[in-house]
């Protein structure tokens, strides 16, 4: 019954900036960690960035720097802000959460960086 739903996605020029949302619908539930992640064409899924079960924030390593990641509504929505975008941004992103020792995972968003 849990669902994430995400919101934010599109196209955007090289050096552009956009911002990614997730939120835990119900919100009812105790998310331990949620954040985001990517997977681009012929790569596996990685984390872009994400809040730990003890409230730090991971990134991955290309995008330290670029993209910030914030919690709102009693840490059940987090944003991803992408600044700076690159063309090696461009993939499906996907947001990830865990609630009550489960995984729930969203449908996820394109974003493709493009001239």
Not at 14 to 39: D, E, H, K
Request: hydrophobic residues 35%; glycine residues 14%; aromatic residues 8%.
């Amino acid at each position: 019954q849990v669902q994430l739903v995400e919101s934010g996605g599109g196209l955007v020029q090289p050096g552009g900036s956009l911002r990614l949302s997730c939120a835990v619908s119900p919100n009812i539930f105790s998310v331990s960690s949620m954040g985001w992640y990517r997977q681009a064409p012929g790569k596996v899924r990685d984390l872009v960035a994400a809040f730990t079960s003890v409230g730090r924030t991971n990134f991955g390593d290309s995008v330290k720097g670029r993209f910030t990641i914030s919690r709102e509504n009693a840490k059940n929505t987090v944003d991803l802000q992408m600044n700076g975008l690159k063309p090696e941004d461009t993939a499906v992103y996907y947001c990830g959460a865990l609630a009550n020792g489960r995984a729930y995972w969203g449908p996820g968003t394109q974003v493709t960086v493009s001239s």
